[in-house]
């Protein structure tokens, strides 16, 4: 955006003080080798004592933190979770897919939806030697994996024809699928993507508490959580996906 085009899209009312303090954060971000209170001061027309209250309160939030021993100032881990949104739902997450593993023994992972693929951003491994791996960074086609038809479930647009077909999905069997979601809150798939691999999904809702932003994925050896402990392993995964959409709606 050039200069003239940022003075013509000023608003009618600036507030002076907003305006330095996001200045101030596009600032920092510029200077990831550090900025000194005496340069922002400069760049902002400030007074040194001014700049510094500033910066402080970018450090308090996370905007930015100093060098104890330089006294710059750069980019703080807030400003490095916005820069990279999937980076921070991973910090968020991994702690709550963590409880899962701790709680039940099995690998858990978080997907989104990538076009038509379900994408694993988030894997933590279960201890069993049997087991199944990190699929961090794996993609496959969400008409197929029980994480992917969660993610799916929420949306109005139709799946096309050609999306199915060309991974063998049933429309039939899809949408019975879609239909599960809906009246239980979570899907469960045995060996439908892999041989001998169960995966029980649910969504992690966005903040309208209807889109699905997320899936968590519970995925273990066909049989080894018997059908008892079944009922225990959804209510668990539930509340771990309310709890992640109320971290990342914060």
Known sequence: MTAKQREKDEPTYPIGSVDKALRLVVLVSEHPAGIRIGEVAAVLGVAPSTAHRLLQMLVHRGFARQDPDTKAYHPGETLDRLS??????????????????????????????????????ASVESPHLLRVGNREGHAQPAVRSGMGRVL????????????????????????????????????LQHGEVEHGVTALAVPVYGRDGESVDYAIGVTYPTGRIEETALAGLVEAAKTAAVQLGD????
Do not use: C, K, Y
């Open 84 to 121: 990279d949104q999937r980076e921070r739902v991973r910090q968020l997450a991994r702690p709550i897919l963590t409880g899962l593993v701790e709680e039940f023994g099995e690998t858990v992972h978080l997907a989104m939806l990538d076009g038509w693929n379900a994408l694993t951003i």
């Open 152 to 187: 799916l479930s929420s949306s109005d647009t139709q799946v096309p024809a050609s999306v199915l077909e060309s991974a063998g999905v049933d429309r039939a069997r899809f949408e019975d699928h879609l239909a599960e979601i809906e009246a239980n809150g979570f899907l």
């Open 247 to 250: 971290e990342l709606h914060r």
